[in-house]
């Protein structure tokens, strides 16, 4: 009996810090995991330099639907920052309420990315701002009203001119100044950053695991595609989703650069914040993290025009479960946004 109780212990025992240990795995941030650190402070153009001014006149601009074609429709109303800065639908709302063709990303961190937008479209958050407003399918702003109504407007005007002082009232400093705002949207203290920076305790020893799956070439190999420091490649790829298949499907970035490795090839989204942007994917088929991992463990779900990094990746459940959770350590404390009182008439 006391030889059977021993050998249950000893099992149990070693099965527990074999899965803790994950076949080596460190669970204490080592010097090559400083890489996934963000830098504090987004990148910006020379001639856009963020001020306290900037920032206010761009989030009031942000939260302003009379921009649009119906005056109902905010770049709030896609970027919702109560709902990590998407809008928790699996297509996005346009002009009189049309449903879109990609689900609005997030625009958490997107200050530090090379290209905007699923296909890549546009170079930087100026170039962001302005596509969907003169869209007919979106915003559907009338550029040369918008301009003439924000000159005329006694408390824009004052704004522009303590923000812009000399430049004009036009789109260029209308897409500066929602750009100053948009690059307030950081996530660089999440759990994971406070682990990274000593915390021991930030993170579970399960999404210790998980990151340590997530970075493994040999298992998660998610890191290839969502590589430090903010969880994205700046690539595209195609990813084998189940829309690619069907009549007339989203070419993703073959439309802007026309190679054939492109096809149905789409940005890469970083992670910082994941847990609070479901649904996921541009087409928003999958509802929740545990369903993006298994897609990616089935290897993707289409072989037509599939990326070659997407391979089958035969994870356990609780693997899995570990990576999801590591994701959910990702998450920063959010920025608490005060709604502006928007200019009268």
């Not at 962001?128 to 399918?137: A, E, K, L, N, Y």
């Not at 918008?146 to 006694?154: A, I, R």
């Not at 950081?186 to 399960?206: C, E, H, P, V, Y």
């Amino acid at each position: 009996m006391r030889f059977l109780f021993t050998f249950l212990f000893v099992a149990t025992f070693t099965g527990s810090f074999c899965h803790l240990a994950y076949a080596g795995y460190k669970m204490q941030p080592t010097a090559e995991d400083q890489k996934w650190l963000m830098p504090m402070a987004p990148p910006f153009p020379v001639d856009n330099k963020p001020t306290p001014e900037r920032i206010e006149l761009g989030k009031v601009l942000y939260f302003d639907p009379r921009l649009s074609g119906d005056g109902l429709t905010s770049c709030a109303t896609c970027h919702n920052p109560g709902l990590g800065w998407a809008d928790g639908r699996a297509k996005g709302l346009g002009f009189k309420g049309k449903e879109l063709g990609r689900a609005s990303p997030t625009l958490v961190n997107a200050a530090y990315n090379s290209l905007q937008m699923w296909d890549g479209s546009k170079k930087n958050l100026e170039e962001q701002v302005i596509g969907p407003m003169i869209s007919p399918d979106e915003m559907h702003t009338d550029m040369l009203v918008t301009e003439k109504w924000l000159s005329t407007n006694s408390e824009y005007k004052t704004l522009f001119s303590k923000a812009y002082p000399g430049e004009a009232i036009d789109r260029v400093t209308l897409s500066k100044a929602i750009a100053s705002f948009e690059r307030t949207i950081i996530s660089t203290n999440s759990a994971f950053d406070r682990w990274l920076k000593g915390d021991a305790k930030a993170m579970t020893q399960q999404q210790i695991r998980g990151f340590r799956l997530f970075e493994d070439p040999k298992k998660g190999n998610c890191a290839i595609c969502h590589s430090a420091p903010n969880f994205v490649d700046d690539g595209f790829h195609n990813i084998g989703l189940k829309s690619h298949d069907e009549p007339n499907a989203d070419p993703g970035r073959f439309a802007i650069r026309p190679v054939a490795s492109l096809k149905g090839a789409f940005k890469t989204p970083t992670l910082r914040d994941v847990a609070m942007t479901a649904p996921y994917f541009h087409d928003g088929s999958a509802k929740t993290l545990t369903e993006v991992i298994e897609h990616y463990n089935r290897g993707g779900d289409t072989k037509k025009d599939l990326s070659p990094d997407i391979k089958s990746l035969h994870l356990s459940n609780k693997e899995i479960m570990d990576i999801v959770a590591f994701m959910a350590a990702l998450t920063s404390p959010q920025l608490q946004v005060t709604l502006p009182i928007l200019p009268t008439l």
